[in-house]
């Protein structure tokens, strides 16, 4: 069996995972459809445009799709977000074709990103050994970078995403702060934004049919720039709910970048973390497609997490031990210093607090510019 083969059954000592496994998250994916010569009944159209990502725990990963028509060409990052390799797969028309795999991983956590496809075809499942498991994407440690001034050396230290809403319970469209971002003039009970932000999983946005069409948007702005790094989406009504949507940003309330998308979304409470590591202040579910005939779906709550504050760790040296133990996988990372810090750490003692630091990082340009300790 090699790549470009058909596996119609998952190796000895492997499992098949279906394309539809919710660890799994697609950026632009195609059409979701149902074939009965797919693993669990179904595939997924992966575009040109279509991004990939997940977690996988083992050293040995295989991607089975289908119907590739011309050879496949791609690019997969392995445990990091800048260094991908191209693979290609050959012309196979064929269902459960293997179009990627790879063996010989550490035995741990492993982050993968697929994009940049040369043609589009079917993703049907993914095969990984027995006993392991997906997960959602996040980035796994494998670089370790530390920054060096002077003759300090300095870390992050940040503990992942909030566990709260980083939106207020409001009241009103502006109380007690911010501003619900709605596509529909209010009009009554249902109609007001803010019912889908005032933590109270029985009032919603929308649910009813008003004047207008899709599209339909749904969203909070900040007092301030925040990443928000995952969202949950109360849309428990079985009859009203969004189909296609994508969760935006921006920092005009003009212009949206695209961080997520959903097709053939499903009612339920859903949980999204995004790997967005950018700030913005507006953020709106932006939607394109109802699961029935009404022109606002039920919203009941929609909550938005940021990733936690990343502090800068002064330490004593850099010898093996630190960069393992306090090195941190991605440049970017050095990004993510949020906020003033408080607390000056150096080793594992805080110093006190009322020691700060001023930063200033340009994140477009992947790189740190200046942090200036004072
Ligand atoms: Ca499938
Ligand atoms: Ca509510």
Request: negative net charge; proline residues 3%.
């Amino acid at each position: 069996m090699a790549v470009g083969d058909v596996l119609a059954n998952p190796a000895t000592g492997f499992l098949r995972i279906d394309e539809r496994d919710t660890n799994i998250t697609y950026f632009n994916i195609g059409t979701q459809s149902t074939n009965s010569n797919n693993h669990g009944g179904t595939y997924s159209t992966i575009q040109t445009n279509t991004e990939i990502r997940f977690n996988f725990v083992g050293s040995s990963l295989k991607l089975i799709g289908g119907l590739i028509g011309s050879t496949l060409s791609f690019k997969v990052f392995i445990d990091s977000e800048q260094d991908g390799k191209t693979y290609t797969c050959p012309v196979n028309n064929n269902n459960k074709v293997v179009y990627f795999e790879i063996d010989g991983l550490r035995e741990s956590e492993h982050s993968i990103i697929l994009k940049d496809f040369n043609v589009t075809f079917r993703i049907d499942a993914v095969d990984i050994l027995t006993g392991e498991s997906l997960m959602p994407y996040r980035i796994t440690i494998q670089n370790k970078l530390l920054l060096s001034s002077g003759d300090k050396f300095y870390s992050l230290l940040n503990d992942g995403i909030q566990e709260t809403t980083s939106i207020p319970k409001m009241t009103s469209n502006t109380t007690p702060e911010g501003e619900v971002l709605v596509s529909n003039t209010p009009s009554g009970n249902m109609t007001w934004g803010w019912e889908a932000f005032d933590g109270n999983k029985s009032s919603n946005w929308g649910g009813n049919t008003l004047p207008g069409s899709l599209p339909r948007w749904l969203g909070y702005k900040f007092t301030k720039p925040k990443v928000i790094a995952k969202y949950k989406l109360y849309v428990t009504s079985a009859t009203y709910y969004p189909r296609n949507y994508e969760f935006q940003g921006s920092n005009d309330g003009v212009n949206y970048d695209t961080l997520h998308s959903i097709v053939g979304g499903t009612s339920g409470v859903l949980d999204y973390v995004i790997p967005n590591r950018k700030s913005y202040t507006h953020y709106r579910l932006y939607i394109t497609s109802l699961s029935s005939g009404v022109t606002l779906p039920a919203i009941y709550e929609l909550e938005m997490f940021e990733i936690k504050p990343s502090y800068l760790v002064q330490m004593e040296s850099a010898t093996e031990s630190d960069f393992l133990d306090r090195g941190v996988g991605d440049i970017n990372y050095f990004n993510q210093i949020l906020e003033t810090m408080k607390n000056l750490i150096k080793g594992n003692t805080v110093l006190g607090s009322g020691k700060t630091f001023e930063h200033i990082i340009d994140m477009s340009k992947r790189r740190v510019d200046k942090i200036t300790l004072g």
